[in-house]
């Protein structure tokens, strides 16, 4: 007689981890054309060209995270169980905030490199601000379709935003070696962008939800108000997660950036497939069991995340750790073999991060939204001391033990954290 619930159950397990490797194989055909692209500058245009791609694409998620104001996860709690002709508008504001920023700061920005003599390119400065403006404005619309329950959809923007153009570009230079530069790779990258941006408004067209369209600038800057803990943990998270780039490339120079790059991107995999994957599309329901008056609600699907998360983080490391040793001699640059231990470090490294991140839902779940901001903040400021510090001493090695030293401190402060007996609140 027990037979049918046991079956839907079993169904449901079934259904459930289809569903996480559908994602993580959306997410994985993305990340295995940017290591394609990756391994295209490294091989075709050199690792100081792969530096500036770095810089650039470490300024995708800088760019948001200072002029993003931290609302995303403040609207994440208002929109998750509207009807979508109450979300639809602030859905809207915010991406029209990320918008204006652009159209203002970006002259500005343009007129301080002018003032200082164009010490970065014009190309270089008219095609990456390009693609951080519509970078920033397509991943919002894509986090807000992700706490609406559109992740597939979400995901399918996400590959033609991040996973197509280099495919294209690649094939393109194969086809003519005029274009194997770095700035027709670019143009690649924007044609890849505006490409995502018209798959994001024609489903605005063919579900008519441009009747719903509309802007709450008072809501928004009481948002923006009520955001300041997570604008300072996106800045510190970030920051510690980029700003060694940057730090590398102060002390040793561009080839070496390009080295750390090529590590750091590859150990990426594992965070951004486990997030992506199976992280991201539990948060919902993370913010609606945190209302439950049951605190064993919350506990239960916790428990079911990190084992999880857990389990992909690890299956997904070892496959990197034992794909590097084939991968280096084909690329031919003999610094990338020589400094392989420190990716043995930011691979470990990565595996701490992803259960600190997963740790960083679940305060946002629990509206823990202070500790959120003062652990982010003494992440990054302990970041940049031990990056400063190690860097100009043991060189890149320093670089990934700062980074393995942030993300344990992180994972330390954000479990203990969620731990603690405060009630939580059931307002958005």
């Not at 998620?61 to 169980?81: E, Q, Y």
């Not at 700003?243 to 950036?257: A, C, K, N, Q």
């Not at 991060?353 to 779940?365: G, P, Q």
Request: hydrophobic share 55%; aromatic share 10%.
């Amino acid at each position: 007689m027990n037979e049918t619930p046991q079956r839907h159950a079993g169904l449901r397990r079934h259904s459930g981890f289809v569903q996480q490797l559908t994602l993580v194989a959306l997410r994985g055909s993305v990340t295995v054309a940017k290591f394609l692209l990756t391994f295209y500058i490294t091989r075709v245009l050199g690792l100081a060209d792969l530096g500036i791609y770095g810089l650039i694409a470490g300024g995708t998620t800088i760019v948001p995270a200072l002029f993003g104001f931290g609302i995303t996860d403040w609207v994440s709690r208002v929109i998750v169980n509207l009807p979508s002709r109450e979300a639809v508008p602030y859905m809207t504001s915010r991406v029209a905030l990320s918008a204006a920023v652009h159209v203002i700061a970006q002259p500005l920005a343009w007129l301080l490199n002018y003032a200082l003599g164009a010490p970065i390119p014009w190309n270089i400065v008219a095609l990456a601000g390009l693609i951080l403006f519509l970078e920033h404005v397509i991943n919002d619309a894509q986090d807000l379709l992700i706490f609406r329950g559109r992740v597939y959809f979400a995901s399918v923007v996400l590959f033609v935003r991040a996973g197509l153009w280099p495919l294209l570009v690649m094939l393109w230079a194969w086809l003519d070696p005029a274009a194997r530069t770095l700035d027709h790779l670019l143009i690649g990258w924007i044609a890849g962008l505006v490409l995502a941006g018209l798959l994001l408004a024609s489903q605005i067209v063919v579900h008519r939800r441009w009747r719903l369209l509309g802007l709450r600038i008072r809501w928004l800057f009481d948002c923006i108000r009520n955001s300041t803990p997570f604008y300072l943990k996106d800045i510190s998270g970030v920051g510690s997660l980029y700003l060694d780039r940057f730090v590398v490339s102060f002390f040793l120079g561009l080839e070496l950036t390009g080295v750390y790059t090529f590590f750091w991107s590859f150990a990426n995999v594992v965070n951004s497939l486990v997030l992506h994957g199976t992280m991201q599309p539990r948060i919902p329901q993370l913010i609606v069991a945190a209302r439950d008056p049951d605190p064993a609600v919350l506990r239960r699907l916790e428990r079911k995340v990190q084992i999880e998360t857990g389990g992909w983080a690890l299956a997904l490391a070892v496959g990197a750790l034992a794909a590097m040793p084939f991968v280096l001699p084909y690329l031919g640059r003999p610094l990338l073999q020589d400094n392989v231990f420190v990716f043995w470090i930011i691979m470990g490294a990565a595996l701490v991060r992803v259960s600190a991140d997963c740790y960083s839902y679940m305060l946002l779940a629990l509206h823990r939204d202070r500790a959120i901001a003062v652990i982010s903040l003494i992440g990054v400021v302990g970041s940049t001391l031990l990056n400063a510090i190690l860097i100009p001493l043991v060189g890149l090695l320093g670089a990934a033990l700062a980074f393995l030293a942030t993300a344990s401190g992180l994972l330390v402060a954000r479990y203990n954290v969620s731990r603690s007996p405060a009630p939580i609140r059931k307002d958005p």
